[in-house]
């Protein structure tokens, strides 16, 4: 089992920026290939951002390309998503997930979810 944490979110202007955390427990994070994921309200849940289990490789959802950045510290077992830019459209409860080993952008791939944390970006 794995346990994910988010924390970071709030309320930012357009234009500025937030940086989310997910901390995990309960497996060798060093193994565990982790991704951002974003929901909307009314929408379906949304790739984000993910990052292979040695860090060495990141992707992105194109409509975040640029402006966000994913990292992580396995020394720490906490993964980063610094936003910058935020629009009013990336306004979502942002979603920290975890699977073993293989780095996907497909929700459904993902076995280990957090609770979610609010980013509400005014315009």
């Known amino acids: 089992q794995v346990q994910l944490v988010e924390s970071g979110g709030g309320l930012v202007q357009a234009g500025g920026s937030l940086r989310l955390s997910c901390a995990a427990s309960?497996?060798?994070?060093?193994?565990?290939?982790m991704g951002w994921f974003r929901q909307a309200p009314g929408k379906e849940r949304e790739f984000v951002a993910a990052?292979?289990?040695?860090?060495?490789?990141?992707y992105y959802a194109d409509s975040v390309k640029g402006r966000f950045t994913i990292s992580r510290d396995n020394a720490k077992n906490t993964v980063y998503l610094q936003m910058n830019s935020l629009k009013f459209e990336d306004t979502a409860v942002y979603y920290c997930?975890?699977?073993?080993?293989?780095?996907?952008?497909?929700?459904?791939?993902?076995?280990?979810w957090g609770q979610g944390t609010q980013v509400t970006v005014s315009s």
């Open positions: 309960g497996r060798t994070f060093s193994s565990l290939a």
């Open positions: 997930a975890a699977r073993p080993n293989i780095v996907t952008t497909r929700a459904r791939d993902y076995n280990y």
């Open positions: 990052i292979r289990w040695s860090g060495g490789n990141t």
